[in-house]
C-alpha cells in the first residue's frame, strides 16, 4: 500500500489548495481552541465543501463532548474523525458508533511503555496515530513540533493502519518512514511559517519528499523480490 500524506491544521483556503494542488491523501481540521490551528464552524464549512472530494477530510478534536462533535461534524462533513486528547477504549467505541465515522485514536509517545495500550486501542479504533508525548506543561497534546524515538515503532503491527506524527519535515521524513513503515505520516508545524501559519511551498516539498520516500522503498521492496 502506497504511504499516505496527511496535512493537518489547515485554516486558510491558500494552505487548502496547496495540499490539495500537491496530492495530499488527507487533510486535517482542528476542532480545539487551545490551539493556534483552530478553526471555527463557518471557516470549516467553507474549507470543507471546497475539498470536494480530493482529499480524505479529518476532524481533530480533543476530548470533545458529543455536542461539540456533532457541530464540528455538520460543519466540515469529514470522511473521519481523530481523537487527540485522553478518551479511553471505551468512548472511542462511543464515538464510533454514535457518528458512524472511522475514527483515528491519537496515542503519546516517549518510551517503550508508552505502547502499552495500542492493542487495546486498536480493537476500536480504524486507525491509530503515534505521536510525541507532550511535555507537562503543554496546552495543547499535539502540533507542538517535537519528535520521538521512532526506533520504538520498529516491526510493530498493531492490526490497524497507523499514521506517524510528531516533528515531522521533508528533511528528516525519509529516516522516519524508513525506521517506523508507516502507512501514513501527518504534518502540521513542520509545513509551517509560525505557528498555524501554514507554507505553501513547505506543503509542497512536504508531500514530494513522502512520495519520493515511498517510491523508493517500493523500488527497493522489487529488487528484493
Known amino acids: 500500500m502506497s504511504l499516505l500524506v496527511k496535512i493537518c491544521g489547515l485554516k486558510t483556503i491558500e494552505a487548502l489548495d496547496a495540499a490539495l494542488d500537491a496530492g495530499?491523501?488527507?487533510?486535517?481540521?482542528?476542532?480545539f481552541p487551545p490551539s493556534p490551528r483552530n478553526l471555527g464552524l463557518e471557516a470549516a464549512k467553507v474549507l470543507g465543501e471546497r475539498v470536494k472530494g480530493r482529499a480524505k477530510k479529518v476532524a481533530l478534536s480533543v476530548d470533545a463532548t458529543d455536542a461539540e462533535l456533532t457541530a464540528a461534524i455538520e460543519a466540515l462533513r469529514p470522511d473521519m474523525l481523530q481523537l487527540h486528547g485522553k478518551e479511553t477504549p471505551e468512548?472511542?467505541?462511543?464515538?464510533?458508533s454514535r457518528f458512524r465515522l472511522p475514527v483515528m485514536k491519537a496515542l503519546?509517545?516517549?518510551?517503550?511503555?508508552?505502547?502499552?495500550p495500542v492493542y487495546t486501542y486498536a480493537k476500536v479504533a480504524d486507525w491509530l496515530l503515534f505521536d510525541a508525548r507532550a511535555p507537562r506543561e503543554a496546552t495543547r497534546p499535539g502540533g507542538l513540533g517535537k519528535s520521538f524515538d521512532?526506533?520504538?515503532?520498529?516491526?510493530l503491527n498493531p492490526g490497524v493502519p497507523f499514521t506517524l506524527s510528531g516533528g515531522l519535515d521533508a528533511g528528516n521524513l525519509a529516516e522516519a518512514v524508513r525506521i517506523a513503515r508507516p502507512a501514513a505520516v501527518d504534518v502540521s508545524s513542520g509545513?509551517?511559517?509560525a505557528p498555524g501559519e501554514k507554507d505553501p511551498a513547505k506543503i509542497?516539498?512536504?508531500?514530494?519528499?513522502?512520495?519520493?520516500?515511498?517510491?523508493?522503498?517500493?523500488?527497493?521492496?522489487?529488487?528484493?523480490?
Open 204 to 225: 509542497r516539498t512536504f508531500v514530494l519528499a513522502a512520495r519520493d520516500v515511498d517510491n523508493a522503498l517500493s523500488n527497493k521492496a522489487v529488487k528484493r523480490a
Open 150 to 155: 521512532w526506533t520504538l515503532l520498529e516491526r
Open 108 to 116: 503519546p509517545i516517549e518510551t517503550r511503555a508508552d505502547l502499552s
Open 24 to 31: 495530499a491523501d488527507m487533510v486535517g481540521f482542528v476542532f
Open 91 to 96: 468512548r472511542m467505541a462511543s464515538v464510533r
Open 191 to 193: 509545513v509551517e511559517r
